[in-house]
């Protein structure tokens, strides 16, 4: 009996696309490049919901689908002119705020023109509340009372460790005194 013959099976990335397939992938990086959220993006082309995570990440494995994202991605951040500095800048001006630099020092709410710059950035929202004395049209304004709500100084903060890459160091070092823990238990 002969026994049939082995087929090298090609590597996913250099099968060829069907005009259907073509199109869906298309359709889905059209999405993906709106929010970069594959599971999303492969819902929003048709993929059923329970699998379109492995199917975003299965399109996003493929080599020109990558080489075509790079480029994308590349022509927007020219585009929009956003660079990583910048971004770090911004990331940075929150996680070193001083919430001290909105008010004056008897303690009053400076107006927004005259709080530094990186105050005035690092404000999520400005509420403001006017406080009456009486009611109806016999009422007299005695004042106002304004909260201040920051960006989260949590986030800005991880983000600057992400970025100066400590999570590593950290995880690394928790790691080695877990194991030392360990090291008599196991023995």
């Not at 259907?20 to 959220?37: H, M, Q």
């Not at 991605?73 to 630099?101: H, M, N, P, T, Y």
């Not at 790691?175 to 360990?182: D, H, M, P, Q, T």
Request: aromatic share 6%; with cysteine.
């Amino acid at each position: 009996m002969k026994k049939p013959k082995k087929t090298k099976r090609k590597h996913p990335e250099k099968l060829t696309m069907t005009p259907k397939f073509r199109n869906r992938v298309k359709d889905f990086l059209a999405e993906y490049l709106k929010d970069l959220n594959a599971a999303r993006a492969a819902a929003a082309v048709g993929y059923a919901p329970e699998c379109a995570k492995q199917q975003g990440v299965r399109i996003l494995a493929r080599k020109d689908v990558r080489e075509y994202l790079n480029r994308a991605l590349r022509k927007r951040r020219e585009r929009v002119g956003i660079e990583a500095d910048a971004v770090l800048e911004e990331i940075a001006k929150i996680a070193f705020s001083d919430i001290a630099d909105a008010f004056t020092d008897d303690g009053c709410l400076l107006p927004i023109r005259k709080m530094p710059e990186g105050i005035r950035k690092s404000i999520s929202s400005i509420e403001v509340d006017e406080i009456y004395e009486k009611k109806g049209e016999e009422r007299i304004l005695k004042g106002y009372t304004r909260k201040i709500k920051l960006w989260s100084k949590d986030k800005s903060l991880e983000n600057c460790m992400r970025h100066l890459g400590m999570f590593a160091k950290d995880n690394e070092q928790a790691g080695k005194a877990f194991a030392e823990i360990l090291a008599p238990i196991i023995k």
